[in-house]
């Protein structure tokens, strides 16, 4: 009997773990990480997952009836397309009876509402959890954060009029454990797993949010105010006893029939059938005489090579930095492959910068270069922090807040009036206060070398500080590798990515997804300086790179918002400035390009319109992110070098005919690959079902804590994307809800062999986590074969026989393909 108490104790920790496996992690909105909401059910076919998720979470896992209807009759589905899909799995119905069954069945959908006491339980659940998580946002402090959350809850609970008793903290459960203990105790221990799943999934958020800050070693409010999932379950369980709601909410258990459904559902029989006609269309468009990278070129040296994120934001600027002249563009993911934590000057804390998948390697800091330059932007920062701490002082002081709005209201007002009436007058003011105060780029650069830091025990941080000459060498010799170069110009130019907007809580979501949701200009830098290392190209000249002695690397960011690609040129020497004023013109005329095709508008007033959305605090839509995306291209350029693929489509640099042994492939199949798939299926999920897996509209929004937002007043912390970043409004979408068609470009027994070594690649292929997977093989004349799952392959040229033999079906009236 004396084993009885730690024994309790593992068994409820066990079922803590297997509940939270369905709950996907959800970061902080301010470093926005882009993750499929349904990862935990990725070990899943597609239609099981989805199914298995509207038990749980009640959200859709298909678009509406409607939704196929436009694709249909606009001629994004393909007539032929479909009939093969349907006649595939024995359906021999039109279509148009089969789209009216959709629509019936989505009339007959249930959508019940949960009990009162259970509703009233997510509601104080959330109030304390906001107050408890919150992150430097509220004016008065919940006490007793740093006992933990639980024992912070028990010492206010006696005191909160939304829950009936109790009179005395003493009343209730000492500890967490012991809460869990007493309300799971009347249930067979099999059952356990199951309640508490329920429970997390009852507020995905918030307890997405926990799981997620409780797997982050380093972050530095867990470590200040600890949570974890047992004390949130036990506050949960303790409310819905004191409010008399069901402790079993899934007592029918709902969730195991979804386990017995092998049967593909109609709806993703369309949903396939737009997919393979998006990939068809793509097909087309791919140049197939490219099977040699390295014959392609006419031998001359480029003007300047660009290596961009292979956002698809990057497809467009590419494209129109291409047509300026002989330029070199390269995608590479955003982070440039170096793996680090990052602390920008004057910034409170460190960032990583890399992919969640990725666990950061070093610590890089800025440093200060230029002591005058650095004084005078201390001065104008410390100047405006100091009055923004006042102002937010007087606002929310009871006292001080009448005679704050008597004395600045006036004021307040008119720069108000002139920000929601004159943002292009702000966008002036803005740029011109800009010019004259220098940037955190110019005055400080990122200490790199190892000896640069005198702290090497680490002290309040586990990284390494700054990369030893080996590590230097591995990550310029990975980036050339991945990318396949043999031959460098003057100018080799990284450039990361960043966002601009105004008064946008999403505005991390527009920044770098490679970066968690960060600006990728640090990555960019530090790749650049590595490369311009004297020692640096000395050894991989040792290694058979070619480097000539007039290449000088150097770093960029790249604009999302305006398109304006800003150079970091400091390090450029006076050799190279007029190839460095050539291409500012170069860029300059690309950016206009870029623009006006993302604006419609003539090229000025394109330029004038990106900078207006960028300061116009009214504006739901300073740009589309990442919305559209559906495919993903791994090979050479000049595979799609002459198409518009209308940024819609990642784009990763890769060479195979100089990856021999495959290591370059399989890092891009192991890395950007996953983290693709992850975009891609936040964006699907949150347009099938925003109120569920995206946030819903920004206008009934607001930002609770400094780590999301709610709707309204109050509710659960929202994981996804807003309306206003998938539809043009409230009736036409502009992101079409498709998974990702991935395109690579490489021998087929690589590829095959690449997947037959990792499993959880093949898993998120072989269940219909990726869309659709083809691989153009150079050594067969680029002859594209599509993975049909456990490591099989179909050529085209079988699915064109097959297809030809299925019966006719009703084709809708020919119309263009356009993005509604």
Not at 311 to 328: F, L, M
């Amino acid at each position: 009997m004396t084993r009885k108490e730690p024994d309790d104790t593992r068994r409820i920790a066990e079922s803590i773990d297997r509940a939270a496996e369905s709950i996907g992690s959800v970061w902080p909105l301010h470093s926005f990480v882009t993750a499929n909401p349904l990862s935990g059910f990725e070990d899943e076919p597609f239609h099981r997952a989805v199914a298995a998720a509207e038990d749980l979470f009640g959200g859709r896992g298909y678009p509406r009836p409607s939704v196929f209807r436009r694709a249909w009759e606009s001629g994004r589905i393909d007539a032929d397309t479909l009939r093969a899909e349907l006649a595939a799995h024995g359906i021999d119905r039109d279509p148009e009876t089969l789209l009216e069954e959709l629509a019936d069945a989505e009339a007959a959908r249930d959508t019940a509402d949960r009990d009162d006491a259970t509703e009233a339980v997510d509601r104080v659940l959330s109030k304390w959890l906001a107050a408890f998580l919150d992150e430097g946002r509220a004016t008065w402090q919940m006490p007793n954060r740093e006992a933990g959350f639980y024992q912070a809850w028990l010492a206010v609970a006696p005191h909160d009029g939304d829950v009936p008793g109790p009179a005395d903290a003493d009343d209730l459960p000492e500890t967490a454990i012991d809460a869990l203990e007493s309300a799971l105790g009347e249930y067979p221990e099999e059952r356990w797993a199951d309640i508490l799943e329920a429970h997390l999934a009852a507020l995905p958020g918030w307890s997405g949010f926990i799981k997620q800050r409780t797997d982050d070693d380093t972050d530095p409010w867990q470590k200040q105010y600890p949570i974890t999932l047992a004390q949130y379950l036990a506050v949960r369980l303790t409310l819905s006893d004191l409010l008399d709601a069901p402790i079993d909410i899934d007592a029918d258990g709902t969730n195991g029939d979804a386990d017995d459904a092998d049967e593909v559902p109609l709806p993703e029989i369309w949903l396939t059938a737009w997919e393979k006609s998006y990939r068809e269309r793509l097909l087309a468009g791919i140049d197939d005489s490219v099977t040699d990278p390295a014959d392609t070129g006419n031998g001359d040296r480029p003007s300047a090579q660009l290596v961009f994120c292979i956002d698809t934001r990057s497809e467009v600027i590419r494209r129109h930095i291409e047509a300026q002249g002989p330029y070199e563009t390269h995608g590479y993911a955003g982070f440039f492959g170096v793996p680090m934590r990052h602390r920008s000057y004057e910034a409170a804390a460190d960032t990583d910068a890399c992919p969640p998948i990725v666990e950061p390697e070093h610590r890089i800091v800025d440093r200060p270069v230029d002591t005058e330059s650095a004084a005078a932007r201390d001065r104008w920062t410390g100047l405006a922090t100091a009055a923004r701490k006042h102002f937010k002082t007087l606002k929310s002081n009871l006292v001080a807040a009448f005679t704050f709005v008597e004395g600045a209201g006036s004021a307040y007002g008119s720069a108000m009036t002139a920000r929601t009436l004159s943002p292009s007058t702000i966008a002036t003011l803005e740029s011109a206060i800009g010019e004259r105060i220098p940037s955190r780029h110019e005055i400080a650069a990122l200490a790199i070398e190892s000896d640069a830091y005198d702290d090497h025990d680490h002290a309040d941080h586990d990284l390494p500080q700054g990369m030893t000459h080996e590590e230097k060498v591995e990550y310029a010799q990975t980036a050339f590798e991945l990318m396949g170069w043999t031959e460098f110009a003057r100018l080799v130019v990284f450039s990361g990515h960043a966002s601009e907007t105004t008064n946008n809580p999403f505005d991390s979501s527009l920044d770098c997804g490679a970066c968690a949701g960060n600006p990728g200009g640090p990555n960019a830098r530090v790749l650049a300086a590595i490369c311009n290392d004297p020692d640096v190209k000395a050894t991989l000249r040792e290694r058979g790179f070619d480097l000539p002695e007039d290449t000088v690397f150097l770093a960029a960011e790249h604009n999302t918002t305006t398109d304006e690609i800003t150079l970091f040129d400091d390090g450029v020497p006076e050799s190279h400035r007029e190839d460095l004023a050539s291409l500012r013109e170069d860029l300059a005329r690309a950016r206009a390009g870029a623009a006006a095709e993302r604006t419609g508008e003539d090229e000025d007033g394109a330029v004038d319109e990106v900078e207006r959305k960028a300061a116009d605090w009214a504006e739901a839509r300073p740009e589309w992110g990442l919305a559209g995306n559906a495919s993903f291209i791994i090979g050479p350029r000049e595979l799609t070098a002459d198409r518009d693929l209308d940024g819609r489509a990642f784009l990763h640099s890769y060479d195979w005919s100089v990856d021999p042994d495959g290591d370059a492939l399989e890092a891009i199949f192991t890395g950007p690959l996953v983290v693709t798939q992850w975009i891609n299926n936040q964006y699907y999920f949150a347009t099938v079902d925003n109120a569920v897996y995206g946030s819903g509209s920004k206008v009934t929004q607001n930002p609770v804590g400094n780590v999301g937002v709610v709707q309204g007043n109050g509710g659960d912390l929202l994981t996804g994307l807003p309306l206003q970043s998938l539809k043009r409004d409230d009736e036409r979408p502009f992101h079409q809800p498709l998974r990702l068609t991935a395109v690579i470009h490489a021998p087929l027994e690589r590829v095959t062999e690449i997947l037959r070594e990792h499993e959880d690649v093949r898993e998120l292929l072989d269940n219909g986590w990726i869309g659709d997977l083809t691989v153009l093989d150079p050594e067969r004349d680029n002859e594209p074969f599509r993975y049909a799952g456990d490591l099989e392959w179909v050529a085209d040229a079988e699915l064109d026989i097959e297809a030809t033999a299925e019966s006719e079906l009703a084709t809708p009236p020919a119309q263009p393909v356009d993005d509604d």
